[in-house]
């Protein structure tokens, strides 16, 4: 089959359908979302069009700074502990019998089938004082005393991480059995060791799988809102947090809009520095 | 500012239903048709629920007004829907039942038509502060029903009960408290203020405010949850997970009936009384169903069926009232309660908000 670039505007008809639906779903409401931003906030009021940028002016302080940090940090955190658990567990995965792949793949795939509410609500139990798996450790001797595990930063983490799991695993698996597996036996006809195989051979081999896997990782914590309240302290609320109490909570469209597009602008601008360092490494 | 957890059903909600409440509105359920009407907005699920079973049904038998009820989404949503709607001259209900903050922020765009007392005489059954006002003295509201935030606590590993909101503070409390997470529902100022700088009036100025704030934060080492959502707290206080809190006093009580170790205490500083308002949208042309429909809701009667069917304190004198002591105390209480100071979630709402926040995370 040959194909030719398109020729008359009717050619183009394929793509009018997902540039509508684009344009409908993500433009109209995004472009709403940037020009609420600019509103004038009223106090014990609505919100009135403008052109102000006091919502920005707000956001500039050294507190939302912190909260903007940390909700990148953990992110981050979470991407990177999901692809340091996720790309052996693959590995190992892609090179087990059908069966197991099957029924590995189901139960992960169940995983997604849980709202944020349950694991949220599932995770806090088991870290629960009096209902959580340190009694459990207090019945096997390894604890005087069962305590609370939440709320605190692991806690957040593991459970961030457990909800993000499955997708890494659904974006690696294609990737991993896929991948030749001449090339580590190559490495070990060689003489490298499994692991060194694995790290020196394999995982170079992934790169651009891990960046992404990384990156979507990353955004799907970013917008983590329920699970940092659930189970951590003020400290570990990320600033998806902040912006659900302005705009349910406090009514401020205005500033929560803001702090919406401080947030996407961030992640894209650091997504953007990934996949440049990425092909930089590549070019080299 | 919003006031999402003002009322109960809204802050049961709002994990549920959140945003997408507003999307489930106006879903009117028509009791009987009648030549009157008055379309009534109340607080969708459990309240709308109780409401239609307990009180419109008889309220039609009554007048021959049939009622329409409509669910209200929970927090400002439904002002916002009621103002937008009145620019352009409809009311998707006559009368509604609103927060005081949204009451507040109602009067500022003259949201609510005047309501004359002498078309609603047994207005004189109520206590005083639940007359909402304008600021010229018309009547902006009238008090639909309240309901109390006390200090809760595990009788299995809280033995003694507190006497006091300053037992929060106690140094033996360390990681033992839940409380609400915003300034605008946990009314933890209010508190502040009663218990240590003599009253509510201390927060008048905005060095008062940030004096209750820094004596709110010597409150942070002992508190393990601060919570949005209140089957959080709840659960862990009858496990004992976390045995000391603010909490519902209504729903506190529905646990202990059924056998958990808990407790609901009124500190002698008072439990905090919050309340939602009847309030006529101005684009209703039923001003004169709406009198008779929030006249007939100021019976003392049909306040001792609310606080004996769902579960609020009533909005009027106690002595009209023929709740038993053990109906009266199980939903509301003698101790002059905190009332909280709806006027600066109004005015001061982005500065009060902004300490908080940095309060509570910083």
């Known amino acids: ?284 | 500012m919003s006031d999402i957890f003002n009322n109960k059903i809204g802050r049961r909600a709002v994990l549920a239903g959140g945003i997408a409440g507003a999307s489930m509105l106006a879903m009117p359920s028509v009791l009987r048709a009648q030549d009157k009407s008055l379309k009534v907005g109340v607080y969708g699920g459990y309240f709308k629920d109780s409401f239609d079973k307990n009180i419109f049904a008889d309220f039609t038998k009554a007048t021959g007004i049939a009622v329409e009820s409509v669910a209200e989404p929970t927090g400002e949503a439904w002002l916002v829907q009621l103002e937008q709607a009145a620019k352009a001259g409809a009311a998707p209900a006559d009368v509604s039942m609103m927060s005081q903050v949204s009451m507040l922020k109602g009067q500022s765009t003259n949201l609510w038509t005047p309501l004359d007392l002498a078309k609603i005489p047994n207005s004189k059954n109520l206590i005083d502060r639940f007359v909402n006002k304008y600021p010229d003295g018309k009547v902006a509201g009238i008090g639909a029903v309240s309901w109390y935030i006390t200090l809760v606590s595990n009788t299995d590993v809280i033995k003694e009960a507190p006497t006091s909101w300053a037992a929060m503070w106690e140094k033996d409390k360390e990681d033992k408290l839940g409380l609400l997470a915003l300034v605008s529902n946990s009314f933890l100022l209010e508190v502040t203020a009663k218990t240590f700088m003599g009253g509510t009036n201390a927060l008048d100025t905005e060095e008062g405010i940030l004096k209750a704030l820094e004596k709110l934060a010597e409150l942070k080492p002992n508190v393990r949850l601060w919570y949005r959502d209140e089957a959080q707290f709840e659960q862990a206080l009858k496990s004992g997970e976390i045995p000391m809190g603010q909490y519902y006093h209504d729903v506190t009580g529905l646990a202990a009936a059924d056998g958990n170790p808990v407790r609901s205490t009124f500190p002698k500083e008072g439990g905090i009384q919050d309340s939602g308002c009847w309030a006529l949208s101005r684009a209703s042309k039923k001003t004169e169903e709406a009198h008779t429909f929030i006249n007939y809701m100021c019976q003392p009667a049909i306040q001792a069926t609310l606080s004996r069917k769902v579960g609020t304190a009533p909005t009027i004198k106690r002595d009209l009232l023929d709740l038993t002591a053990e109906e009266f105390a199980a939903v509301s209480s003698d101790i002059e309660p905190i009332i909280p100071r709806y006027d600066l979630y109004q005015t001061k709402s982005d500065f009060l908000n902004q300490k908080w926040t940095e309060m509570i995370a910083g």
């Open chain 1, 1 to 284: 089959m040959r194909r030719e670039p398109p020729q008359r505007l009717g050619d183009y008809g394929p793509l009018f359908f997902p540039a509508g639906m684009l344009t409908l779903f993500f433009v109209v409401p995004f472009a709403t979302m940037i020009a609420v931003s600019f509103f004038q906030r009223e106090q014990g009021g609505f919100y009135t069009p403008a052109f102000v940028l006091d919502n920005y002016a707000r956001f500039l302080s050294l507190f939302f700074g912190k909260v903007l940090g940390f909700s990148l940090f953990l992110a981050v955190a979470v991407a990177i502990a999901c692809v340091v658990v996720g790309v052996p567990f693959t590995y190992l995965l892609a090179r087990s019998a059908r069966k197991m792949q099957i029924a590995w793949l189901v139960a992960l795939l169940s995983i997604l089938s849980l709202s944020e509410v349950m694991i949220g609500f599932a995770w806090s139990t088991l870290f629960s004082r009096t209902a959580g798996i340190t009694n459990l450790f207090v019945w096997l001797g390894l604890m005087s005393q069962a305590q609370a595990l939440t709320p605190s930063f692991g806690a957040v983490m593991t459970a961030m991480t457990y909800q993000a799991f499955p997708y890494t695993v659904l974006v690696l698996y294609p990737a991993l059995v896929r991948l030749d597996p001449t090339l580590a036996e190559a490495a070990r006809t060689l003489g490298a060791s499994p692991v060194k195989a694995f790290f020196t051979v394999v995982v170079p081999a992934l790169r651009n799988t891990i960046l992404a896997t990384l990156i979507m990782v990353f955004i799907f914590a970013l917008g983590s809102y329920l699970l940092p309240q659930l189970l951590g302290r003020p400290q570990h609320w990320t600033l998806s947090v902040l912006i659900t109490d302005q705009a349910i909570y406090q009514s401020n469209m205005p500033f929560a809009a803001a702090m919406a597009v401080f947030l996407v602008l961030v992640s894209l601008a650091l997504v953007g520095l990934a996949v440049y360092a990425g092909q930089q490494k590549e070019a080299k």
